[in-house]
């Protein structure tokens, strides 16, 4: 009797292992947990490209794309009157090395204008080679990231 139970025991176990082996991990990281009227009524981003999907040690990468400004803002998130745009990335793989606005480069954080479509471009190097999910998002002041 003691050893059935043994062998049913061991048999559950081997079942559950091979089920978690074909699970994949997720790739995203969590953009979708921001509540919808901020996602879709504050930075509307469009035509985002990035210039290849794998990099190696310092090897350039370019996020490049578009975005437009709400203009019915909403009153719960903080004006965009110092915002940061930035890449986010799962730790320190790349490294930002320009950073265009509007054909301009630009280093600093900018106040942008409800109802404002602007173009960017953000030239970045790779530090750890690799395949990751990057995307562009901006860091406002007193507020939440704004990420497409």
């Known amino acids: 009797m003691k050893i059935r139970i043994t062998k049913w025991v061991y048999t559950i176990g081997l079942i559950i292992i091979g089920l978690g082996g074909p699970v994949q991990t997720a790739l995203a990281h969590g953009e979708k947990a921001l509540e919808p ?3 879709m009524r504050t930075i509307q981003w469009y035509d985002v490209a990035w210039s290849k999907q794998q990099f190696k040690v310092n090897e350039e990468v370019t996020v490049s794309g578009r975005f437009h400004v709400a203009e019915d803002w909403p009153v719960s998130v903080p004006k965009p009157d110092a915002a940061f745009l930035n890449v986010s990335t799962p730790g320190p793989v790349l490294i ?3 950073r265009w606005l509007n054909g301009k480069p630009w280093v600093n954080s900018v106040a942008l204008q409800p109802g404002g479509d602007y173009e960017f471009k953000i030239v970045l190097k790779g530090r750890l080679p690799g395949r ?3 995307h562009p998002f901006f860091n406002l002041k007193d507020a939440v990231s704004m990420a497409p």
């Open 132 to 134: 990751y999910h990057i």
């Open 37 to 39: 009227f901020i996602r």
């Open 96 to 98: 930002r090395t320009e």
